[in-house]
């Protein structure tokens, strides 16, 4: 744990600490060896909450974003259960940090119990299968009514670059095609319209997660992963069509919406665009990702 009530009040660990834990009043120790980070642990009990994880210099870190009071925060059922949330914010959206694994159980036990939360992944586990590709223009524009995009995939390279179908030359074949029924005719290229994309762009990308903890594509809540950018990247959907899509989000922005939003859902809505830099430090980017145009 970050944080511990000493005389009543939450601190952080301090050398020689001693205090108790806000979710079940027992005993706590501080923990501040030179090698490792400080830290609060139960004395004579394990963690009181089984949805704990050990925390990394990443829980940490995003903890510290917040104000003291939303960190750590003891949420109460009406039946009673108590769990420590990592951030509960003054509007009552919940923040779960997961670097770990979960299982779909402790997922949606997690989710059933919080209700308006928010999952905050650390991608840097599992960068190396996850690329992002080409810019979508935004789903409410009218350019994207008339587009069905072929799903980007790893190795798929003309896909990853973008290629779509036109809803509009279906239709002239079949008057009851939809987006959620169209399966081919004359394909596309992104060129086409790369510059109403540009005019239109808000964020949104297609995407490819080879290998995914599929939990997290089957999650209630949403869900942003980290892969240590300045923002972060949502798993979505696109529109009818049930293409699966990615929106980056800037991490300044998430943090002033989850202060000031009163739903998760609402995270972003009212959007701002970031910069466009690449999706991934140059460094460790595949030759197989999207780079922005110049």
């Not at 596309?188 to 599929?214: A, F, M, T």
């Amino acid at each position: 744990m970050q944080l511990a009530l000493v005389n009543k009040e939450k601190v952080e660990a301090f050398p020689g600490g001693r205090g108790n834990c806000p979710v079940c009043g027992a005993e706590t120790i501080a923990k501040c060896g030179p090698r490792i980070m400080h830290h609060w642990a139960h004395h004579r009990v394990r963690d009181c909450d089984p949805w704990w994880e050990n925390e990394t210099l990443w829980h940490r870190n995003w903890k510290n974003k917040f104000p003291l009071e939303c960190r750590e925060v003891s949420h109460t059922a009406e039946d009673g259960e108590v769990h420590r949330a990592d951030v509960k914010t003054p509007t009552g959206i919940v923040i779960e940090l997961q670097h770990s694994t979960i299982t779909d159980t402790e997922r949606i036990s997690r989710e059933t119990f919080y209700q308006n939360l928010v999952w905050v992944l650390d991608g840097m586990v599992f960068q190396n299968n996850f690329d992002i590709y080409h810019m979508l223009p935004d789903p409410k524009s009218e350019l994207a009514q008339d587009i069905v995009w072929s799903k980007a995939k790893r190795h798929m390279h003309g896909a990853n670059y973008g290629l779509f179908f036109r809803l509009s030359e279906a239709i002239e074949d079949d008057a009851s095609i939809t987006k959620a029924t169209l399966r081919g005719g004359w394909i596309h290229s992104i060129r086409e319209i790369e510059n109403e994309i540009l005019q239109s762009y808000s964020g949104y990308h297609q995407y490819d997660w080879v290998k995914p903890r599929k939990t997290w594509l089957e999650a209630n809540c949403p869900v942003y992963i980290d892969f240590g950018d300045d923002y972060l990247v949502k798993l979505d959907q696109y529109d009818q069509s049930g293409l699966k899509c990615v929106r980056l989000v800037g991490k300044h922005k998430f943090i002033h919406d989850v202060m000031v939003e009163d739903h998760a859902e609402k995270i972003a809505t009212r959007f701002y665009p970031i910069s466009r830099g690449k999706p991934r430090s140059e460094i460790n980017r595949p030759s197989h990702e999207w780079v922005p145009p110049k």
